[in-house]
């Protein structure tokens, strides 16, 4: 469904891993700790966040890249193959021309 609107897999999930990371934030901000405690839990979140965030960027890149290479060979066999259905009515229309000009 999500790709009928143009929206790729990658794309969700990367913004689902923000959100969870937002909403994770908003917790540790909220939990009962000491400020240096507290600020550490952030930074190591944080930190762990950004690495997620990194990978899943990669496979997403990963996998467009796959997908265009793909939409090339695809683009590619159609290509060859209306060429040759160009040739071939090309060829229809000339013995046409020759069939009736006798």
């Known amino acids: 469904m999500s790709e009928e609107k143009g929206i ?6 990367v913004s689902f891993v ?4 937002i909403g994770a934030g908003l ?5 009962p700790k000491s400020g ?21 960027t990669k496979d997403a890149q990963e996998k467009i890249k796959t ?6 060979e695809t683009i590619s066999e159609k ?3 209306l060429a040759s259905a160009i040739e071939a009515g ?5 013995r046409e021309k020759e069939r009736l000009s006798l």
Do not use: P
């Open 8 to 13: 790729c897999a990658g794309t969700v999930l």
């Open 18 to 21: 923000a959100g969870a990371a």
């Open 27 to 31: 917790a540790l901000l909220y939990a």
């Open 36 to 56: 240096t405690e507290l600020r550490e839990s952030i930074a190591d979140f944080a930190d762990d966040a950004v690495d997620k965030i990194k990978e899943y």
């Open 67 to 72: 997908a265009i290479e793909d939409g090339k």
């Open 79 to 81: 290509k060859s193959v």
């Open 90 to 94: 090309r060829d229809a229309i000339i």
